[in-house]
T-cell receptor, first 114, second 115 residues
């Protein structure tokens, strides 16, 4: 089946630094990738939709300058949390789709900002 | 806009007992319905989906869900649970003919299976 690899699975960083999270579709070309944020015991909240070769579409309330998304190829999207703060600590999940296919999710990245 | 309600945040059950996880949705138009499962520190995996046709859909690991349009529900059931079914279960909905960016998730139900 389709596999989406997300790396790293967990990361701890100091306040003020930036962290990059990668999302790769390993055996298919993902025209669209989605980035979600999940708070403890809560559901997934869509942060942005990323289409290969174009700018990401951010959901209302998500700071595009803080959460930089790049979708440079059909198999890779990255999320960079810039100038991270403790309130950015969360579980970040990506998913990928070829359009009409079901969503395939990565295993998530747990970010802890100290 | 669509919304999804999962009334039970946690459902404890003994192994081999039956279970039902409730999901109700709200939408003024026709929708697609999904159940996803999330194991600890992992992403979501599609468990089953209703797109059209038979209102009863089944997964390969014994779960089933029935779309009830009149009650706007899509409850998930399993007649006999295993310890390995312990996980978080999310119901999700999106309007027909829209993309996955319009997928709306419920708040999740944690299924706790004990021996």
């Amino acid at each position: 089946g389709a596999v989406v690899s997300q790396h790293p699975s967990w990361v701890i960083c100091k306040s003020g630094t930036s962290v990059k999270i990668e999302c790769r579709s390993l055996d298919f070309q993902a025209t669209t990738m989605f980035w979600y944020r999940q708070f403890p015991k809560q559901s997934l909240m869509l942060m942005a939709t990323s289409n290969e070769g174009s700018k990401a579409t951010y959901e209302q309330g998500v700071e595009k300058d803080k959460f930089l998304i790049n979708h440079a190829s059909l198999t890779l999207s990255t999320l960079t949390v810039t100038s991270a703060h403790p309130e950015d600590s969360s579980f970040y999940i990506c998913s990928a789709s070829t359009g009409n296919s079901p969503l395939h999710f990565g295993n998530g990245t747990r970010l802890t900002v100290t | 806009a669509q919304s999804v309600t999962q009334l039970d945040s946690q459902v404890p059950v003994f192994e081999e007992a039956p279970v039902e996880l409730r999901c109700n949705y709200s939408s003024s138009v026709s929708v697609y319905l999904f159940w996803y499962v999330q194991y600890p520190n992992q992403g979501l995996q599609l468990l089953l989906k209703y797109l059209s046709g038979s209102t009863l859909v089944e997964s390969i690991n014994g779960f089933e869900a029935e779309f009830n349009k009149s009650q706007t529900s899509f409850h998930l059931r399993k007649p006999s649970v295993h310890i390995s079914d312990t996980a978080e279960y999310f119901c999700a909905v999106r309007k027909m003919n829209t993309g996955f960016q319009k997928l709306v998730f419920g708040t999740g139900t944690r299924l706790l299976v004990s021996p």
